[in-house]
């Protein structure tokens, strides 16, 4: 019995050097340090971020940040491929929008819920009512909300600018950028009219896409109606006009739709009732029934219309004006802006050197 009990005691030693893992044991193999430093030598490396990965921060405005997921938030709704010049150039305009936003909070300038409401029934009554306003959402890919956020957004730099004009006036300190007046003289209405007299001439035109199926013969022709019609089909259910006409159409203006901005001139070699389709029936957006019109049986969608009649000088007044109060408000919007990069933490510091 008691053989036994410096056996255990011996057991018992060597579970306690086993488990107490100290590293200067001199039970630890001495090659083990080695073996590690040589595997840690052989690991691949991590492969670098790319620079326009959808990850991380991408700006810093004060106390606020913008990620790179953000900015591809923004540009979802985009179908074409984007570019990484494209990505920054969105980059720079959220910055730019927190920069106002933020300068509006901090001036105590607000949009309210009523005035909103005003303005966005002004924009439908301008578009021709509600229709037409929907339409123009649906091309610019927008929802109602977000319409309306814009709108807000919109106003609500607008009024930042009227606010600093007015301190300028009343308390100019270090904080007001030398905004312009954004009201528009006579004198200036009539020299921008002297020197850009061609822009009010009368004009007439249209842009168009175009499917165009041509025949030689009697048999052809009938063939290439049955086809028209199914085509026709098709693009009620959903189908992609342009696609159609590049897959279908012999005719290369028609493959390539180069029917932009045409005169009636522009399409002497159309037949009289197509001129009279594309000029003053089809609504802007239709698409016409099938067309036969000399050997080519088509289908036409009207993209714009433009007819405008010779303007005089007091007739295109609320015109002129309005574009020299754009100009004005860019002008305002570039100079407020550079002075609130210059008076942020912003980052990257050189966002806007390439503008």
């Not at 007001?176 to 001439?201: C, H, I, M, W």
């Not at 897959?247 to 390539?256: G, L, P, V, Y």
Request: with cysteine.
């Amino acid at each position: 019995m008691t053989r036994g009990i410096p056996a255990l005691a011996a057991v018992l030693a060597l579970g306690a050097c086993s488990s107490g893992a100290s590293p200067k044991s001199e039970m630890a193999p001495a090659r083990e340090p080695a073996v590690a430093v040589r595997e840690e030598r052989v690991r691949p490396a991590p492969e670098p971020l790319k620079v326009d990965a959808d990850q991380g921060i991408a700006a810093r405005v004060n106390n606020e940040i913008v990620t790179w997921k953000d900015v591809g938030d923004s540009l979802s709704k985009v179908k074409a491929a984007i570019s990484p010049e494209l990505r920054r150039q969105t980059l720079r305009q959220m910055v730019e929008e927190r920069l106002f936003l933020q300068a509006a909070r901090k001036n105590g300038v607000a949009v309210g819920e009523q005035e909103l409401d005003d303005a966005v029934r002004r924009d439908i009554k301008t578009y021709g009512g509600e229709e037409e306003y929907e339409r123009w959402l649906r091309l610019r890919n927008l929802t109602k909300t977000e319409a309306r956020e814009e709108k807000r957004k919109t106003i609500l730099i607008y009024k930042l600018y009227r606010h600093i004009i007015q301190k300028s006036f009343q308390q100019p300190d270090a904080t007001t950028p030398g905004l312009l007046v954004d009201s528009v003289a006579p004198v200036e209405v009539a020299e921008f009219y002297e020197k850009n007299k061609g822009r009010f001439q009368a004009i007439e035109n249209v842009t168009f896409s175009r499917i165009a199926l041509q025949f030689a013969n009697p048999g052809e022709k009938e063939a290439k109606y049955a086809l028209a019609l199914s085509i026709l089909r098709h693009l009620d259910e959903g189908g992609d006009f342009v696609m159609m006409s590049i897959h279908h159409s012999a005719i290369r203006m028609a493959r390539d739709q180069e029917y932009r901005n045409k005169s009636r001139k522009d399409l002497d070699g159309f037949a009289p009732a197509t001129l009279a389709l594309l000029f003053e029936t089809l609504k802007v957006g239709e698409t016409s029934e099938v067309v036969e019109d000399g050997q080519t049986w088509n289908i036409f969608r009207l993209e714009k219309r433009i007819h405008q009649r010779e303007e005089s000088a007091a007739e295109a007044e609320p015109k002129i004006r309005a574009t020299l109060e754009s100009e004005k408000r860019e002008e305002n919007r570039r100079k407020l802006r550079d002075r609130l990069v210059r008076d942020a933490y912003l980052w990257p510091s050189d966002l806007f050197d390439e503008e």
